[in-house]
């Protein structure tokens, strides 16, 4: 994590470093406001820096580590609230906000600052792409809050398509990163293993990207993060209609509630999704709830035990099933 501690001072980095100690791979936020304790967010829990308060000082240490002490070469990045860095990881901005004309120029006084940190989970995918095979890929939706591993297992699903999977050929991917979370390209370079047949368009609207990839790359599966809008879903149908699979993510918790969205409802009546994965949430990011096909039948089946687990069904399928044991 060397490319996140030396965005501190070097009294915070120890500090930093000290407290989290073997516990980066758990980490999902480390949130700094000027002033205040740092305070960072882990999978379970959250815990305070207390003997890490920013003064203004160490502020203008982190922002010219992250612009390079140049501010200028940010204006676009600075527009859009957040910078991405080496590793992947993102770093979201709050401050004074400069408009002009109704529209954000740039963020000035950054004096709150959010380092999510990139999780780049190799075969976190494997246990979903099975669902998402039959014949063919299908055209499927990924269903979750905020920090519930959407643009983790989405990512891994890419690598896994685009690397070939079993006796499937690796196909062409087209990922259309409109918030640079995906792939987390640096300078245009990933900055995360998206395999070998995967192209992107970093840092452009979904809406305009999804026809700019169909028309320049020519995508056999079209990938979008976070999709919403009625723009958004107007491109998914144009993309859908020029026979491409897509996959994408959405915001939610449950299909029940997709089914009240208005700019979603259109995608679920006409059936266009063949799989829907709804994530468990916050509490297990990653973890899947349920997988639903198009005839909203829940086909998910959850692995009942860990490998060397007792299961204590009655299953006789199970080799490790304790009901299957008969003491004489």
Same mark, same amino acid.
């Given at each position: ?155 891994? !699903?890419?690598? %896994?398509?685009?690397?070939?999977? $079993?006796? *499937?050929?690796? /196909? ?5 990163? #409109? ?108 973890? !899947?709830?349920? %997988?639903?096909?198009?005839?909203? $039948?829940? *086909?998910?089946? /959850? ?5 060397? #687990? ?19």
């Amino acid at each position: 994590m060397e490319e996140i501690l030396r965005l501190f001072p070097a009294e915070i980095q120890q500090r930093l470093n000290h407290q989290v100690a073997k516990r980066w791979d758990m980490l999902q936020e480390i949130r700094v406001r000027l002033h205040q304790p740092i305070e960072l967010i882990f999978d379970r829990g959250l815990e305070w820096i207390t003997n890490a308060i920013p003064d203004r000082r160490d502020n203008s240490f982190i922002i010219n580590q992250l612009s390079e002490f140049s501010l200028y070469r940010m204006e676009d990045e600075l527009r859009e609230g957040y910078i991405t860095i080496e590793g992947g990881h993102r770093v979201g901005l709050a401050g004074k906000v400069n408009t002009f004309n109704g529209s954000v120029k740039a963020i000035q006084y950054i004096t709150f600052l959010n380092i999510r940190i990139a999780k780049e989970k190799i075969g976190v995918g494997m246990e979903v792409i099975p669902y998402l095979y039959d014949n063919k890929f299908l055209n499927t939706l990924i269903v979750g809050s905020p920090q519930s591993g959407k643009t983790t297992l989405i990512r891994d !699903i890419i690598r %896994i398509i685009s690397s070939g999977w $079993k006796t *499937i050929p690796p /196909k062409k991917v087209g990922v259309v990163d #409109e918030r640079s979370e995906i792939a987390a390209c640096l300078k245009g370079i990933p900055q995360h293993n998206l395999g070998r047949r995967t192209d992107v368009l970093d840092a452009c609207p979904k809406a305009e990207g999804m026809m700019m990839m169909i028309r320049s790359m020519s995508p056999e599966i079209l990938v979008v993060d976070e999709i919403g809008s009625d723009k958004d879903v107007q491109a998914l149908m144009n993309a859908i209609n020029a026979g491409v699979t897509v996959i994408c993510t959405i915001h939610g918790q449950t299909l029940d509630e997709l089914k009240k969205r208005p700019s979603i409802i259109p995608l679920l009546d006409k059936k266009v999704f063949q799989r829907i994965l709804i994530l468990e949430g916050q509490a297990s990011p990653g973890s !899947i709830r349920s %997988i639903y096909n198009d005839e909203d $039948k829940n *086909i998910y089946q /959850k692995s009942r035990c860990l490998p060397n #687990e007792v299961d204590r069904s009655t299953s006789l399928y199970r080799s490790n099933d304790v009901a299957r044991i008969r003491v004489e």
